[in-house]
């Protein structure tokens, strides 16, 4: 469902270059969970930005759903990123709206109809547990419920693969389990692929795969959780 080949990022700024990736190559496949781990600066935020283009790679190539992303149009680019549902570290919620608005975000830019949007939106509180939040706002909530809406709010556009960049590194640990037990539901049911990036291996553990490490710009290693985690 995700392949990157060969992906190298370079960037320059005056007299200084950076190998941001070095020639990664990766596959997530359909239904599948893989996590990216590394130490800060490893290259894990420009390898999840490179999966929607929001960082276009220096070289290689990038398929999602079986297209080849490098090669769209503008047009048939920002069709192709409604497949890709993505997650932050801060939630980036919209705060002036309502969780009810938040969620209905992007149908309302889709034109849905509003019957529609309000259905589909009702389905999605239920699915994340925050039937009752609907008419608060973001500041009201705990940044697991934050982030519990911003899931809500991405899935609203029936993305195919989610992408989490360090969905969970502003939660505590017992959120974090929850947050990780919901993406595995997410997972399981929608069969939704997902990719994440974490710096933490207890998340990795938690719901993925596979795991790929990330050692300054290079996959150093790709396997089962069972394969990377064993002590020799
Ligand atoms: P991580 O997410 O693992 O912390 P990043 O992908 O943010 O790593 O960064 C990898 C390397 O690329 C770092 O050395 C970082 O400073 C550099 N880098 C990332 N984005 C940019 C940018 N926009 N301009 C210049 N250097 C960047
Ligand atoms: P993260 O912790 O997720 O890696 P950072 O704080 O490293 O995030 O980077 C935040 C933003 O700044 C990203 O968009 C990244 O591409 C950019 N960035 C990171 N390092 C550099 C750098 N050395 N020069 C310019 N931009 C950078």
Do not use: W
């Not at 270059?17 to 070095?22: F, G, V």
């Not at 992408?163 to 939660?171: F, I, K």
């Amino acid at each position: 469902m995700i392949e990157l080949k060969h992906v190298t990022k370079i960037f320059q700024q005056k007299d200084r270059i950076t190998a941001a990736l070095s020639d990664v190559s990766l596959t997530v496949p359909e239904g599948k969970v893989l996590g990216v781990i590394g130490e800060s600066g490893a290259g894990k935020s420009t390898l999840i930005r490179c999966v929607n283009l929001l960082e276009r790679p220096s070289s290689g190539e990038v398929f999602v759903d079986g297209q080849n992303l490098m090669e769209l149009s503008s047009s048939e680019l920002a069709k192709a990123r409604r497949n890709i549902g993505m997650i932050f570290q801060h939630f980036n919620l919209l705060s002036s709206r309502t969780v009810f608005d938040n969620i209905a975000f992007p149908l309302e830019l889709d034109k849905t109809p509003k019957a529609e949007i309000k259905a589909r939106v009702n389905e999605l509180l239920k699915l994340v547990g925050l039937e009752k939040k609907a008419n608060d706002y973001p500041s009201k909530l705990s940044g697991g419920q934050k982030q519990r809406v911003a899931i809500a709010r991405t899935l609203a556009s029936n993305p195919k693969v989610l992408l989490c960049d360090e969905a969970t590194s502003a939660l505590d640990p017992a959120t974090t389990h929850s947050i990780l037990s919901l993406l595995k539901e997410i997972n399981r049911q929608m069969n939704i692929t997902i990719l994440l990036i974490t710096h933490e291996m207890e998340v990795v553990k938690d719901i993925c795969d596979e795991v790929a490490v990330l050692h300054t710009g290079r996959l150093i290693e790709q396997g089962s959780i069972s394969e990377i985690f064993s002590t020799p």
